[in-house]
């Protein structure tokens, strides 16, 4: 067996995303909840080794071309790992391991009990679409693996067991449909102009033909359609009603992966498919998305401070976290989509641990009304200490892996010499101190309702993956090494520049 | 002992945490619990006064704790003004525990072993402020410092504690994140350092306007040093037990602040380029409107802790005034201010805790005739007063005297002027305090309705009876102390002025 794996080590690329793929349909025969769940841990789990061993692949030599069933690139699929898709591989697949720790515990008292076992095939297909989007090298099959993640998502917010857990969906699925179609629409355009759907070839052919309306729409549909899928500001509606009445479980896992492989896609589109000059130079992307980036910002900060429902609370913080991501992608500088890649990793670490923290909460409370963390800082001490650290994370504390990413964004901006930008940034993050503060506040302050039967810590099925979380919020705020140099490659080869 | 001087630096910021875990560990057991506090206070002085020697004896020490991104560190070294800072925190914490004993014991208060374990870690981030290396460093213990003693401040828990604590940690972070971070990027970006290094980081040839900017941003970003408009967290955390106020916010978490200021003007700035910049005159104002209106309103207040928290906000103007004068004068009178206003204050709200405990009364218009019961402690508030108001026999005199001087140096007449109105409103709102509490009859109190005074007078004609009742017994040592320390300093002011003047000379 160990002589065979270097042999296997080729495959990793597809393997990536092939062994969560068949893994789903052999939860089918497993059928009992407690073995399939202790598998769909070891697939998630194998998929996080192989995601590590990708990532030190293409940080020491370089790009990694795979070519499905030994069809040659531009007409066969290729999967193509750079720096970029590495790191967000590694994101998806660790976050989804952690997450998939503490899900046994969770769905027992959420989701009822016949339905466990398509709990876990549809979580699996779900991590199956989002790396296949992140690890493919052509465009359609992007458009496939989105449809796969997407269906997967739609089916697991509506099993959340509040019955709006269905309209939210609902709701997801019209805009993600449309999301979708409006990139399946781009693609279709892209390849009527080009005859290629490989990004590679796409990226050489498009500038030949760039100055044609047909390439201008196909821009404006791809970029409106991923936009709709990380929701950025104002097509983010769908996102705090599912992210709020989803599964404890999914709620951490998306908040921390799914809009992060949207980002991805963006970043994908704009430089290396469109190429940087096409997507800044050519249209006015920069400014559009400044401007949005900040309003997303402002906006969803100032929603999440009136929210009662807590998961709202920190549904509305993803929008406006996305904002930061997407402000500074709009700089369009090495520094700008470090701070951009920076977040992405940051921002999964830091939600993930709240979304499982508020999962924990729910699992003992049953809700997550503001109204019933009323005493909970001493009921349930480290669950809400994790909240805290959490939440001083997304502020952006130093020490925390918030500020490493503010702090690569603010510079990015100076460098720039956007002054007033950064203003706003760092008065954004005043906005996070009051709702976060909000919650500190009545979780340590206010004595427990009247009503309210006490309640006890959570189980060690939360406590340790909610902890590994915060502990990684904490070491990767100090030791940047592998966050900092990995996205920093990674944004330079997307710029050409060699380091 | 041998230890080298560089553990010993890093000992002085590891111990007061190590002290942490111990306070968490025997916290079930108060005298223990308590008895490893002091120890590391103990400990703290003995390491921060062997620092002091071994500059004295010019040794360079600096260490590196971690390059968190490339070019920015975590690190420490040790300079005059550092020690100075050091030594007065890690002194007064030693005599504040002493006083914290008795306080929190007869005040019954809940929740000990979080206040013991909070102000161990406020020590070390204090710690760590004093030896920070850079600016980055210094930042992030900043931070450490406001979340440290957040639960502080809000010690009671309270509706009104969480009010305070709010306001506090409002302006504090927001300061922080808005201005003081700003700053500090821009300052990387600009000078592509964030060291402190003597004579400052930019360039002879940097823009004066952006220098200028930034000399703004720092001032409002150190919202620590309360200067006005940012001073409201000051009286905010007052709501906190009197040993929290005392050492946090009249010494450690304010001095903080204006030695951030001190440091910022002297090693990032460098006094020639501070004093060429075009808004360092409008901060100069600024600083001495801060002086000016805190006393006034200071006036006004009749709770005795808000009244020493706006001289606070007062007394802090004048060190951010004599930071921003850029001359040697100036810079000496700040950094002995940052002492002597440490001990003086101290004092004060000792005094105010034990009246509070003792004769359970907080409002000035109660306090005539206390004296006649607590006489140690009315002296003692007395002698803190003289010192504060900068007068002999107190320590005082000595740093407003190169405060005054500073301004005649740089013909700042106008603020020349201000001090010494301020000097005056000292007298008007301190001294009446302690000769009231002596001489209860001989001046009828104009500013307090009859009611007021009708109270006043029943307790005093009901509790002479009781005779002398003084605050217990830790506390009361405590109070003795610093007020000596006043007064030493008034005798003795010859360390303290060398190593102010070190502050300037010192070789790197």
């Given at each position: 067996?160990?002589?065979?794996?270097?042999?296997?080590?080729?495959?990793?690329?597809?393997?990536?995303?092939?062994?969560p793929?068949?893994a789903a349909?052999i939860c089918l025969i497993l059928k009992r909840a407690h073995p399939v769940w202790l598998f769909a841990l070891i697939t998630s789990g194998l998929a996080f080794?192989?995601?590590?061993?990708?990532?030190?692949?293409?940080?020491?030599?370089?790009?990694?071309?795979?070519?499905?069933?030994?069809?040659?690139?531009?007409?066969?699929?290729?999967?193509?790992?750079?720096?970029?898709?590495?790191?967000?591989?590694?994101?998806?697949t660790s976050i989804s391991t952690i997450v998939l720790f503490a899900a046994q515990t969770s769905i027992e008292k959420e989701i009822p009990k016949s339905k466990h076992t398509f709990f876990y095939i549809l979580y699996l297909l779900s991590l199956?679409?989002?790396?296949?989007?992140?690890?493919?090298?052509?465009?359609?099959?992007?458009?496939?693996?989105?449809?796969?993640?997407?269906?997967s998502?739609?089916a697991l917010?509506?099993m959340g067991k509040?019955?709006?857990?269905?309209?939210?969906?609902?709701?997801?699925?019209?805009?993600?449909?449309?999301?979708?179609?409006?990139?399946?629409?781009?693609?279709?355009?892209?390849?009527?102009?080009?005859?290629?759907?490989?990004?590679?070839?796409?990226?050489?052919?498009?500038?030949?033909?760039?100055?044609?309306?047909?390439?201008?729409?196909?821009?404006?549909?791809?970029?409106?359609?991923?936009?709709?899928?990380?929701?950025?500001?104002?097509?983010?509606?769908?996102?705090?009603?599912?992210?709020?009445?989803a599964p404890s479980i999914v709620t951490a896992f998306f908040?921390a992966?799914?809009?992060?492989?949207?980002?991805?896609?963006?970043?994908?589109?704009?430089?290396?498919?469109?190429?940087?000059?096409?997507?800044?130079?050519?249209?006015?992307?920069?400014?559009?998305?400044?401007?949005?980036?900040?309003?997303?910002?402002?906006?969803?900060?100032?929603?999440?401070?009136?929210?009662?429902?807590?998961?709202?609370?920190?549904?509305?913080?993803?929008?406006?976290?996305?904002?930061?991501?997407?402000?500074?992608?709009?700089?369009?500088?090495?520094?700008?989509?470090?701070?951009?890649?920076?977040?992405?990793?940051?921002?999964?670490?830091?939600?993930s641990a709240?979304f499982l923290a508020l999962g924990a909460v729910m699992y003992r409370l049953g809700?997550?009304?503001?109204?019933?963390?009323?005493?909970?800082?001493?009921?349930?001490?480290?669950t809400?200490?994790?909240?805290?650290?959490?939440?001083?994370?997304?502020?952006?504390?130093?020490?925390?892996?918030?500020?490493?990413?503010?702090?690569?964004?603010?510079?990015?901006?100076?460098?720039?010499?956007?002054?007033?930008?950064?203003?706003?940034?760092?008065?954004?993050?005043?906005?996070?101190?009051?709702?976060?503060?909000?919650?500190?506040?009545?979780?340590?302050?206010?004595?427990?309702?009247?009503?309210?039967?006490?309640?006890k810590e959570a189980p060690m099925f939360f406590i340790i993956p909610i902890w590994t979380l915060?502990?990684?919020?904490?070491?990767?705020?100090?030791?940047?090494?592998?966050?900092?140099?990995?996205?920093?490659?990674?944004?330079?080869?997307?710029?050409?520049?060699?380091? | 002992?041998?230890?080298?001087?560089?553990?010993?630096?890093?000992?002085?910021?590891?111990?007061?945490?190590?002290?942490?875990?111990?306070?968490?560990?025997?916290?079930?057991?108060?005298?223990?619990?308590?008895?490893?506090?002091?120890?590391?206070?103990?400990?703290?002085?003995?390491?921060?006064?062997?620092?002091?020697?071994?500059?004295?004896?010019?040794?360079?020490?600096?260490?590196?704790?971690?390059?968190?991104?490339?070019?920015?560190?975590?690190?420490?070294?040790?300079?005059?003004?550092?020690?100075?800072?050091?030594?007065?925190?890690?002194?007064?914490?030693?005599?504040?525990?002493?006083?914290?004993?008795?306080?929190?014991?007869?005040?019954?208060?809940?929740?000990?072993?979080?206040?013991?374990?909070?102000?161990?870690?406020?020590?070390?981030?204090?710690?760590?402020?004093?030896?920070?290396?850079?600016?980055?460093?210094?930042?992030?213990?900043?931070?450490?410092?406001?979340?440290?003693?957040?639960?502080?401040?809000?010690?009671?828990?309270?509706?009104?504690?969480?009010?305070?604590?709010?306001?506090?940690?409002?302006?504090?972070?927001?300061?922080?994140?808005?201005?003081?971070?700003?700053?500090?990027?821009?300052?990387?970006?600009?000078?592509?350092?964030?060291?402190?290094?003597?004579?400052?980081?930019?360039?002879?040839?940097?823009?004066?306007?952006?220098?200028?900017?930034?000399?703004?941003?720092?001032?409002?970003?150190?919202?620590?040093?309360?200067?006005?408009?940012?001073?409201?967290?000051?009286?905010?955390?007052?709501?906190?037990?009197?040993?929290?106020?005392?050492?946090?916010?009249?010494?450690?978490?304010?001095?903080?602040?204006?030695?951030?200021?001190?440091?910022?003007?002297?090693?990032?700035?460098?006094?020639?380029?501070?004093?060429?910049?075009?808004?360092?005159?409008?901060?100069?104002?600024?600083?001495?409107?801060?002086?000016?209106?805190?006393?006034?309103?200071?006036?006004?207040?009749?709770?005795?802790?808000?009244?020493?928290?706006?001289?606070?906000?007062?007394?802090?103007?004048?060190?951010?005034?004599?930071?921003?004068?850029?001359?040697?004068?100036?810079?000496?009178?700040?950094?002995?201010?940052?002492?002597?206003?440490?001990?003086?204050?101290?004092?004060?709200?000792?005094?105010?805790?034990?009246?509070?405990?003792?004769?359970?009364?907080?409002?000035?218009?109660?306090?005539?005739?206390?004296?006649?019961?607590?006489?140690?402690?009315?002296?003692?508030?007395?002698?803190?007063?003289?010192?504060?108001?900068?007068?002999?026999?107190?320590?005082?005199?000595?740093?407003?005297?190169?405060?005054?001087?500073?301004?005649?140096?740089?013909?700042?007449?106008?603020?020349?002027?201000?001090?010494?109105?301020?000097?005056?409103?000292?007298?008007?709102?301190?001294?009446?305090?302690?000769?009231?509490?002596?001489?209860?009859?001989?001046?009828?109190?104009?500013?307090?309705?009859?009611?007021?005074?009708?109270?006043?007078?029943?307790?005093?004609?009901?509790?002479?009876?009781?005779?002398?009742?003084?605050?217990?017994?830790?506390?009361?040592?405590?109070?003795?102390?610093?007020?000596?320390?006043?007064?030493?300093?008034?005798?003795?002011?010859?360390?303290?002025?060398?190593?102010?003047?070190?502050?300037?000379?010192?070789?790197?």
């Amino acid at each position: 067996m160990i002589a065979h794996l270097p042999a296997l080590q080729v495959h990793l690329p597809v393997l990536q995303v092939i062994i969560p793929l068949m893994a789903a349909p052999i939860c089918l025969i497993l059928k009992r909840a407690h073995p399939v769940w202790l598998f769909a841990l070891i697939t998630s789990g194998l998929a996080f080794v192989i995601s590590v061993l990708l990532l030190q692949q293409v940080m020491t030599s370089g790009v990694i071309s795979y070519e499905l069933g030994g069809w040659q690139a531009p007409w066969g699929i290729e999967y193509r790992i750079d720096k970029l898709n590495a790191f967000v591989l590694l994101i998806i697949t660790s976050i989804s391991t952690i997450v998939l720790f503490a899900a046994q515990t969770s769905i027992e008292k959420e989701i009822p009990k016949s339905k466990h076992t398509f709990f876990y095939i549809l979580y699996l297909l779900s991590l199956t679409g989002m790396l296949g989007i992140v690890a493919t090298g052509d465009a359609f099959n992007v458009f496939v693996f989105l449809e796969i993640s997407s269906l997967s998502a739609y089916a697991l917010i509506a099993m959340g067991k509040d019955r709006r857990a269905l309209w939210a969906a609902y709701q997801y699925l019209i805009m993600g449909t449309i999301g979708a179609t409006f990139i399946l629409i781009g693609i279709g355009l892209m390849y009527q102009m080009t005859g290629t759907l490989n990004m590679e070839d796409l990226s050489q052919r498009l500038p030949e033909v760039a100055q044609t309306r047909t390439v201008f729409t196909a821009f404006a549909f791809v970029i409106v359609g991923v936009c709709l899928k990380l929701a950025l500001f104002p097509l983010h509606l769908w996102l705090p009603n599912a992210y709020a009445y989803a599964p404890s479980i999914v709620t951490a896992f998306f908040a921390a992966t799914a809009t992060k492989v949207a980002i991805y896609l963006l970043i994908r589109f704009t430089f290396t498919i469109f190429g940087l000059s096409f997507s800044f130079t050519t249209i006015p992307l920069q400014t559009l998305f400044m401007a949005l980036g900040l309003a997303g910002i402002f906006i969803a900060s100032t929603s999440a401070i009136y929210q009662k429902n807590i998961k709202l609370l920190f549904a509305y913080s993803s929008i406006a976290q996305i904002g930061y991501m997407i402000v500074g992608f709009s700089i369009s500088s090495v520094t700008g989509l470090t701070a951009t890649l920076l977040h992405m990793f940051n921002h999964a670490l830091m939600k993930s641990a709240i979304f499982l923290a508020l999962g924990a909460v729910m699992y003992r409370l049953g809700n997550v009304q503001l109204s019933s963390f009323h005493g909970l800082g001493r009921q349930m001490p480290f669950t809400m200490a994790a909240i805290v650290i959490g939440g001083l994370s997304l502020i952006g504390v130093p020490l925390t892996v918030g500020f490493v990413s503010k702090w690569y964004l603010l510079l990015a901006l100076l460098e720039q010499g956007w002054w007033p930008v950064a203003v706003l940034i760092l008065l954004g993050s005043v906005l996070a101190v009051i709702y976060v503060w909000r919650l500190v506040e009545v979780a340590y302050f206010k004595e427990p309702l009247s009503d309210q039967v006490p309640v006890k810590e959570a189980p060690m099925f939360f406590i340790i993956p909610i902890w590994t979380l915060i502990i990684a919020n904490i070491y990767f705020g100090i030791d940047t090494r592998l966050s900092v140099q990995v996205a920093q490659a990674a944004a330079m080869s997307l710029f050409g520049v060699t380091p | 002992m041998n230890l080298s001087l560089e553990l010993m630096l890093q000992l002085a910021i590891v111990v007061p945490f190590l002290a942490v875990v111990a306070i968490l560990v025997t916290g079930h057991n108060p005298n223990l619990r308590e008895g490893v506090t002091i120890a590391a206070c103990l400990i703290l002085i003995y390491l921060v006064v062997n620092l002091y020697q071994g500059l004295a004896l010019g040794a360079t020490i600096s260490v590196l704790w971690w390059e968190l991104l490339p070019g920015l560190t975590i690190s420490f070294n040790i300079e005059p003004l550092g020690i100075l800072f050091a030594l007065i925190a890690s002194f007064l914490w030693l005599v504040t525990t002493c006083y914290a004993i008795g306080y929190m014991r007869s005040h019954q208060e809940k929740n000990q072993t979080r206040f013991y374990l909070c102000f161990a870690l406020a020590i070390s981030a204090v710690m760590a402020i004093a030896f920070a290396a850079n600016l980055f460093t210094l930042f992030v213990f900043y931070e450490v410092l406001t979340l440290s003693t957040y639960p502080l401040v809000t010690h009671a828990g309270t509706e009104k504690a969480q009010k305070g604590g709010r306001v506090y940690l409002g302006i504090l972070l927001s300061t922080s994140i808005v201005f003081f971070l700003l700053a500090i990027v821009s300052t990387w970006f600009v000078a592509g350092t964030l060291d402190f290094k003597l004579g400052g980081i930019f360039s002879a040839d940097v823009d004066k306007t952006l220098a200028g900017i930034l000399l703004v941003l720092f001032v409002f970003g150190i919202g620590k040093a309360a200067i006005m408009p940012f001073h409201r967290w000051l009286p905010a955390a007052m709501v906190a037990p009197t040993p929290v106020s005392a050492l946090l916010h009249a010494v450690a978490v304010v001095k903080a602040g204006v030695f951030t200021i001190l440091k910022v003007c002297i090693f990032i700035f460098g006094l020639d380029l501070l004093s060429v910049l075009p808004t360092t005159q409008f901060l100069l104002y600024l600083a001495g409107a801060s002086v000016l209106l805190a006393s006034l309103v200071a006036m006004r207040q009749d709770n005795l802790k808000a009244r020493l928290a706006y001289s606070t906000v007062s007394q802090l103007g004048y060190i951010t005034l004599g930071a921003l004068l850029a001359t040697p004068s100036g810079v000496i009178g700040s950094s002995m201010h940052i002492v002597i206003h440490a001990f003086g204050k101290i004092t004060l709200f000792f005094c105010a805790g034990a009246i509070l405990v003792t004769l359970h009364k907080s409002k000035i218009s109660e306090m005539r005739g206390i004296g006649r019961q607590m006489p140690l402690t009315m002296l003692a508030f007395f002698i803190a007063s003289l010192s504060i108001i900068g007068v002999p026999p107190a320590g005082g005199t000595w740093s407003k005297w190169f405060l005054m001087m500073g301004t005649i140096e740089t013909e700042q007449w106008v603020l020349m002027v201000i001090l010494m109105l301020s000097t005056l409103l000292n007298i008007a709102y301190l001294l009446p305090i302690s000769f009231h509490a002596f001489f209860p009859d001989l001046i009828p109190n104009k500013n307090q309705p009859n009611k007021c005074s009708n109270k006043a007078a029943t307790s005093i004609n009901k509790q002479p009876a009781i005779g002398i009742t003084e605050a217990p017994l830790p506390s009361l040592i405590a109070i003795v102390i610093t007020t000596l320390g006043c007064l030493i300093l008034f005798i003795y002011p010859q360390p303290l002025f060398e190593l102010a003047t070190a502050v300037l000379t010192n070789r790197e």
